[in-house]
């Protein structure tokens, strides 16, 4: 992880920053890619509408930020850790993950 954000402050996809982890979680047995198809369809109605320039001046909107408490990830990643994230929704208005 730590080679992943080595150059955060050199890539839009960091908001041309340095990252200071705040949590880390282990998975197993689930590819990255659907990884993070479920946190996109999870917490598509908290995903931040920004465009910034990144470092040669073109603008870049980040698909990677949402804004939402960081309980809530962890409840994400325990339904995902469980195999029952599919039956659950984030709903901003109530802060909360719910059950379909």
């Known amino acids: 992880m730590k080679k992943r954000i080595a150059n955060a ?3 839009a996809t960091y908001l041309l ?15 990255r890619t ?9 917490l ?5 509408d ?7 001046g073109h603008p870049v ?3 990677e930020w949402f804004l939402v ?3 809530i990830i962890s409840q994400i990643v325990s339904r995902i850790s469980d195999g ?14 719910n059950f379909l």
């Open 9 to 11: 402050k050199h890539d």
């Open 17 to 31: 920053a340095d990252v200071e982890v705040v949590a880390t979680y282990k998975l197993f047995n689930i590819n």
């Open 34 to 42: 659907k990884l993070e198809k479920i946190f996109h369809r999870v």
């Open 44 to 48: 598509a109605p908290v995903q931040i």
């Open 50 to 56: 920004l465009t910034i320039q990144d470092r040669f």
């Open 61 to 63: 909107q980040p698909k």
């Open 69 to 71: 408490p960081l309980e």
């Open 84 to 97: 029952t994230i599919g039956k659950y929704n984030y709903k901003p208005e109530t802060v909360s993950l």
